[in-house]
């Protein structure tokens, strides 16, 4: 596919004008491989998140290529979107927001996870995580409470948060049963929160 940057242009995003039942039609005409569709949607999305990008990564060219990872991510992923998992704006957010986590952890630079604006954090599964993390403010303390974790719950919980999969993604991406998957999640946010708390 086309680079995101070419189809759009970023400075044009305003969520503000958007209804969220359009951003949701936008990932559903996209699905089904719609290029102007993607067009739409980054004109719709990109300011906002551009702004989580650089509130997090506190660079404007490393936010503007990650905005380009995002939307690739996004339209890649977006026969993935459920709503009633969801608004479609906080998926897309969530995405962004574990793209500027790694890329953070990729350069060895803090990120205190209070910075994230509270919309980024509104799925289920996101604001069980936030809950469970909300107490530090040290990316380090998490990752060594991510340390303590069996190999399959480490393994669960990066490619929920870090990569933005689903736990039916999960399931067939570890050849794991769904119900299987769901307890290493579950059992591994309450492992994470004991840690931080102590």
């Keep these: 596919m086309e680079d995101a940057r070419s189809i ?3 400075q ?32 719709a999305v990109s300011a906002r998140v551009l702004g989580l990008l650089l509130r997090m990564l506190r660079n404007r060219a490393v936010a503007e290529e990650a905005l380009q990872d995002v939307m690739v991510r ?10 009633y998992r969801g608004r479609a ?32 954090l509104a799925d289920p599964d996101a604001e069980e995580f936030s809950q469970a ?7 380090r303390a998490l990752d060594d409470c991510m340390q303590r974790l069996t190999p399959e719950q480490q393994r669960c919980l990066s490619l929920a948060y870090v990569d933005g999969y689903s736990q039916d993604e999960i399931a067939t991406a570890i050849e794991s049963p769904l119900g299987t998957v769901k307890s290493w999640v579950r059992r591994g946010l ?6 931080m708390d102590a």
């Design 12 to 43: 044009r995003g305003d969520t503000l004008l958007t209804p969220t039942g359009e951003v949701e039609a936008l990932l559903g005409r996209c699905a089904l491989h719609d290029q102007r569709a993607l067009a739409e949607l980054y004109e």
């Design 8 to 10: 759009a242009s970023p």
């Design 133 to 139: 993390v909300s107490s530090q403010r040290s990316r």
């Design 89 to 120: 704006l906080t998926w897309i957010l969530s995405i962004a927001r574990y793209r500027a986590i790694d890329l953070l952890r990729a350069q060895r630079l803090q990120v205190t996870l209070d910075e994230v604006p509270e919309e980024a």
């Design 190 to 195: 309450a492992s994470l929160k004991r840690c």
């Design 74 to 83: 996004v339209w890649q992923r977006s026969d993935q979107y459920a709503a």
